[in-house]
T-cell receptor, first 114, second 113 residues
């Protein structure tokens, strides 16, 4: 049973560019959440997708957008990249059923903005 | 802001139990206590979670005080591979829907040989 997968593993972009990160959830999961982790800090919640809709959003600007596909996979898009967007981007999946559910994280995509 | 308070770092001898404390004095009745850990540059790994009863799985035990204002994660026999940052998080879980996880800075557990 594959866990959460993310691609690419590493990415280098320059300021002003746009980037798309991808996430495939754990088998049986229908909800995808995205987090940003700057160096030396804990992950910060960006947004969550369920049934192809953004269900919750953290304190991130509109430059950060996402999408969820019918197969539950998800993309995170960041426009007009800033140096401060350099971080580890984490995807977590969960199931919208059952009281004992929790989120399982992927290995992350490390983005460097030059 | 994170709703939990954890010591920034702890040491533990290999083979001994590691007891990681967490304070969450403002926890609400519908909020669970979650523990994750993160080994350097990897994604956070789920350990355990609970609402009010103590929980145990193959990785750890979670002891929640009766007033639910604090909890302790116990790794019964720490190994060098348990060296990681441990995050204690409180989050609501509405009938299966998983709410956002708000991470603090966690506790860096260093297991010493």
């Amino acid at each position: 049973d594959a866990g959460v997968t993310q691609s690419p593993t590493h990415l280098i972009k320059t300021r002003g560019q746009q980037v798309t990160l991808r996430c495939s959830p754990k088998s049986g999961h229908d909800t995808v959440s995205w987090y940003q982790q700057a160096l030396g800090q804990g992950p910060q919640f960006i947004f969550q997708y369920y049934e192809e809709e953004e269900r919750q959003r953290g304190n991130f600007p509109d430059r950060f957008s996402g999408h969820q596909f019918p197969n539950y996979s998800s993309e995170l898009n960041v426009n007009a990249l800033l140096l401060g967007d350099s971080a580890l981007y984490l995807c977590a999946s969960s199931s919208n059923s059952g009281r004992k559910e929790t989120q399982y994280f992927g290995p992350g995509t490390r983005l460097l903005v030059l | 802001d994170a709703k939990t308070t954890q010591p920034p770092s702890m040491d533990c001898a290999e083979g001994r139990a590691a007891n990681l404390p967490c304070n969450h004095s403002t926890i609400s009745g519908n909020e669970y206590v979650y523990w994750y850990r993160q080994i350097h540059s990897q994604g956070p790994q789920y350990i355990i979670h609970g609402l009010k009863n103590n929980e145990t799985n193959e990785m750890a035990s979670l002891i929640i005080t009766e007033d639910r204002k604090s909890s302790t994660l116990i790794l019964p026999h720490a190994t060098l591979r348990d060296t990681a940052v441990y995050y204690c998080i409180v989050s609501a879980n509405y009938g299966g829907a998983t709410n956002k996880l708000i991470f603090g800075t966690g506790t860096l557990l260093a297991v010493q040989p």
